[in-house]
């Protein structure tokens, strides 16, 4: 086990440990672990969709489409290759919140990608890093007025 990932399970459940044996425990810390890792992956594969659309893999790869590739290859629903493809598009010219979606996935920046602009950049990825999707959502429309 990882350091990550003990720190992930305190964070998660901390006081799940005393219920559980040392077998369980150490099993309930592998998944932990692997989960950490599925969702860092699953970053990855939505940051690199927009140019895997670009260059048409999909397509060279004999899939009906990119949401069947990313389906099939990566286990993401249609929303999420959608949302990926939209916001990804969106950030890719604006590198501090493409540095937010790289660490914290495309959730994190859905609330301002339809109001950030190259001025205002840096203003929304320091709100993006500092709260929680949901926060950002409701401090945005705070913002909106």
Known sequence: MTVKSVK????VRPNSRRKLSDDD??????????????????????????????????????????????????????????????????????PALRRVVEEKG???VRAVATIVTEENEVFWAKKAMEMSARELETYVKDFRG
């Open 25 to 94: 425990l150490k099993m309930h810390l592998q998944f932990s672990e692997y989960g950490m890792n599925a969702k860092e992956w699953l970053r990855k594969c939505a940051l690199m969709l927009p140019e895997i659309e670009r260059r048409k893999i999909w397509k060279k790869k004999k899939f009906g489409s990119i949401f069947e590739y990313a389906a099939k290859l990566a286990g993401m629903s249609k929303n999420q290759v959608y949302d990926a493809l939209r916001i990804v598009r969106k950030v890719e010219n604006l």
């Open 8 to 11: 992930f399970a305190k964070k």
């Open 106 to 108: 495309v959730n994190a």
